[in-house]
């Protein structure tokens, strides 16, 4: 018997890899079960044995190579695993810090959760044990039942929205804001939350533009081109009404909130549009104030009416112009705002 490594051979190397591969398809077309995993221990156990014995207690050359990369792939996916689990738990941290702070309680999403779980799983034991497979649907029908009431939507849209906050991802975090109910809304919490949201989705990405960037990384289309000089063209045009005004410039910053362009003043001065077929402005004006000037006014979406009252469509760089008395009123706001902070 041996022990060790198995002497490199070359030529046995290229010879299993031709003629022995020819002849290996040959007789596997051939004889019946050829090939075939266990084969070997009924046609001759004596060699089957001797062969397994042998595989386990030599080793090769290309069995170093697996070894070696199996183990880069083990360290990579044990490093990629690490950081996941330190990024989940760093999140989870964040939230119930959040929790704290808001004062929201969000486990009543649980409960319903624990019940459907265990009811199933109590229907996967009980197939042959007609106890647990009641006891398992009575279970799913309570955790159907909470499910169904207000305060488990609630939790889990404050959960939901907490979750996208610490991501930095604040457009889904007021999506689900959103969609809590009325009464919630009315709560200290929600405005809380609103303001939090309103001030770190500005400065989280403000305080890095030296430099304005024209630029749309979603929606890669052929009219990326026109639709970059729109926004250098309301940017200057803004610029423009600023210079005129005697405002300072400098805390003017543009940047893209998912599909939407922000054109900011310490805060969001408006919201546009301007990428994909609907091209338009979102806005908090009456609209008393606006239908005198000839603008052409949509309902916004469920997501955008949380926020803003209308839609002006955008249909040349002129209606900028138009909403000059509206652009100074915010920014005068704004300065207002920022310097009552500090």
């Not at 792939?73 to 119930?96: E, F, M, P």
């Not at 019940?115 to 398992?136: N, P």
């Not at 606006?290 to 009416?305: H, T, V």
Request: a positive charge; hydrophobic letters at 35%; proline letters at 2%.
């Amino acid at each position: 018997m041996k022990v060790g490594m198995r002497k490199p051979s070359l030529k046995k190397s290229v010879k299993a890899r031709t003629i022995g591969k020819a002849k290996r398809s040959v007789k596997k077309a051939v004889i019946p079960g050829y090939g075939k995993k266990g084969m070997g221990w009924v046609k001759d156990p004596k060699k089957a044995a001797y062969n397994k014995v042998y595989n386990k207690t030599t080793f090769g050359v290309n069995d170093i190579v697996r070894v070696a990369s199996s183990n880069k792939s083990t360290k990579k996916q044990n490093y990629k695993r690490s950081n996941n689990s330190n990024s989940v738990a760093r999140s989870g941290n964040k939230i119930l810090e959040l929790e704290n702070t808001l004062g929201v309680d969000t486990s009543a999403k649980n409960k319903p959760a624990y019940c459907v779980y265990l009811g199933l799983f109590l229907i996967i034991l009980g197939t042959s044990i007609s106890a647990l497979l009641i006891f398992g649907i009575v279970l799913d029908i309570i955790g159907m039942i909470l499910m169904s009431k207000k305060s488990y939507w609630n939790a889990y849209r404050w959960n939901r929205a907490m979750l996208m906050y610490v991501k930095n991802d604040y457009l889904k975090c007021e999506t689900y804001l959103n969609k809590l109910s009325p009464e919630e809304k009315e709560k200290e919490p929600y405005k809380i939350m609103l303001n939090l949201l309103k001030d770190d989705s500005i400065r989280a990405e403000t305080e890095d533009f030296e430099k304005v960037t024209v630029s749309n990384c979603l929606n890669k289309t052929n009219n990326i081109n026109i639709e970059s000089d729109i926004e250098s063209e309301v940017y200057n045009k803004i610029k423009n009404i600023l210079e005129s005004n005697n405002v300072d410039i400098e805390p003017l910053k543009m940047r893209h909130t998912g599909v939407y362009t922000d054109i900011c003043y310490f805060n969001i001065l408006f919201r546009l549009k301007l990428n994909g077929k609907k091209r338009y402005i979102l806005s908090n004006i009456e609209n008393q104030e606006l239908e005198g000037n000839e603008f052409i006014l949509e309902q916004p979406s469920k997501a955008e009416s949380g926020r803003y009252k209308n839609r002006i469509v955008f249909t040349s760089i002129e209606i900028i112009g138009s909403l000059e008395n509206y652009i100074i009123e915010e920014i005068h706001k704004s300065i207002e705002e920022m310097n009552n902070s500090r």
